[in-house]
């Protein structure tokens, strides 16, 4: 179990937020390969050893499950490309619009495959994990994380709640993947006796881009974290799945079934929430590698929204836009290629995000960006 103990000043700490994204979590994965070359060119230990806080939103949150478990991200990249098939697969008997469209069973198997009967308390997980999840029954996004200073670790004594750390890892990160519509919702048991708390997929909180949930996790004193900032204190590397402006026209939208509107609409807010967070990161943080918001307001490079920075921040992602590919990368592929990448539920564009993925990787991350010293 991970002895948490709050910051005295003495060291950075460092914290991996990864985005959800489906089987867009290749491209994550991609990211992951590099910084960790990097780190272990430079005599700088693994992931592990580098970050003292791994945290995701649903495929984020197994990559950072299996990362916090031990596994490299090479061991991962393996896993995603035979999880996807089995996963994202339609069973012919199922009723579209009545029942989801993937069978949940299936990933819950997979699931267990790399994590196995670990729970939160488990001291096979290495460093501080913090897992996001959306709570249908309550209405409230769940951070759910191993700190044994956390507010709900421990079992209540009245027994008005399971305490976090009897939680299993493998219900909780299927929780974080319960995307609405695709897999049915994960039922956890949060008071004996009583009915289970209703999970979807974090994506559906303001927090599928985890970053600005786990900067608050960690330096709100009720968390129990208790982390300093500043340059020389807190450093944030935040990897997303590939990002695109979602355009629809008038007519199309409109002679979309009903459930296809709410899918993409809902699909929609998520970006704007991804925007959102990473224009308040990046007005927050000193930018080590800062991503383009929109053409108004640029990269923010030149405007500090306090005195001074909070923490270095790193954004990595791909542009899944034909534009973006040949100016960024000098990769050109087709409408239907696109098509596929963008896909976050379809396994036959894997391949192509994580090369498209490895390409974005070499330009982006540098050894620099992982530096002790502001």
């Known amino acids: 179990?991970?002895?948490?103990?709050?910051?005295?000043?003495?060291?950075?700490?460092?914290?991996?937020?990864?985005?959800?994204?489906?089987?867009?979590?290749?491209?994550?994965?991609?990211?992951?390969?590099?910084?960790?070359?990097?780190?272990?060119?430079?005599?700088?230990?693994?992931?592990?050893?580098?970050?003292?806080?791994?945290?995701?939103?649903?495929?984020?949150?197994?990559?950072?499950?299996?990362?916090?478990?031990?596994?490299?991200?090479?061991?991962?990249?393996?896993?995603?490309?035979?999880?996807?098939?089995?996963v994202f697969r339609k069973p012919r008997w199922r009723i579209r619009g009545v029942q989801s469209v993937f069978d949940a069973r299936m990933l819950k198997a997979q699931l267990e495959e790399i994590i196995g009967d670990a729970t939160l308390d488990s001291d096979r997980i290495h460093n501080s994990l913090a897992i996001i999840a959306k709570r249908m029954d309550t209405g409230s996004p769940w951070i759910v994380h191993n700190n044994p200073n956390g507010a709900f670790w421990e079992d209540a004594a009245d027994g008005s709640y399971i305490g976090n750390r009897n939680y299993r890892l493998a219900e909780?990160?299927?929780?974080?993947?319960?995307?609405?519509?695709y897999f049915s919702p994960e039922l956890i048991e949060i008071v004996k006796g009583e009915d289970p708390g209703l999970f979807v997929d974090g994506g559906v909180s303001p927090h599928n881009m985890p970053g600005l949930a786990l900067l608050l996790l960690v330096t709100a004193p009720k968390y129990g974290y208790g982390w300093s900032t500043g340059l020389d204190q807190l450093d944030i590397v935040s990897i997303g799945t590939g990002t695109f402006r979602q355009r629809m026209s008038k007519g199309g939208f409109l002679r979309e079934p009903a459930a296809s509107m709410a899918i993409k609409a809902v699909s929609s807010v998520i970006a704007d929430c991804e925007?959102?967070?990473?224009?308040?990161?990046?007005?927050?943080?000193?930018?080590?590698?800062?991503?383009?918001?929109?053409?108004?307001?640029?990269?923010?490079?030149?405007?500090?929204?306090?005195?001074?920075?909070?923490?270095?921040?790193?954004?990595?992602?791909?542009?899944?836009?034909?534009?973006?590919?040949?100016?960024?990368?000098?990769?050109?592929?087709?409408?239907?290629?696109?098509?596929?990448?963008?896909?976050?539920?379809?396994?036959?564009?894997?391949?192509?995000?994580?090369?498209?993925?490895?390409?974005?990787?070499?330009?982006?991350?540098?050894?620099?960006?992982?530096?002790?010293?502001?």
């Open 275 to 374: 925007i959102h967070n990473l224009s308040v990161m990046q007005s927050l943080g000193a930018c080590k590698y800062a991503w383009n918001l929109n053409s108004e307001i640029g990269d923010l490079s030149d405007f500090q929204l306090g005195s001074t920075p909070l923490f270095g921040f790193s954004r990595y992602n791909v542009g899944l836009e034909h534009r973006w590919l040949k100016a960024e990368l000098d990769v050109t592929i087709s409408d239907k290629e696109l098509a596929l990448v963008r896909d976050f539920t379809n396994p036959d564009g894997m391949q192509l995000a994580y090369d498209i993925g490895k390409v974005c990787a070499q330009k982006q991350v540098s050894l620099q960006h992982f530096q002790t010293s502001p």
């Open 172 to 181: 909780i990160v299927r929780a974080s993947t319960a995307a609405p519509y």
């Open 1 to 86: 179990m991970i002895q948490m103990e709050p910051q005295t000043n003495l060291r950075k700490r460092n914290i991996l937020a990864l985005d959800g994204g489906g089987v867009r979590g290749i491209i994550t994965l991609a990211f992951l390969e590099r910084i960790e070359e990097l780190l272990a060119k430079a005599g700088m230990g693994n992931l592990n050893q580098h970050f003292d806080l791994v945290g995701g939103t649903s495929t984020g949150s197994i990559i950072a499950s299996g990362l916090s478990l031990g596994l490299s991200p090479k061991d991962l990249t393996r896993f995603y490309m035979r999880l996807g098939p089995k």
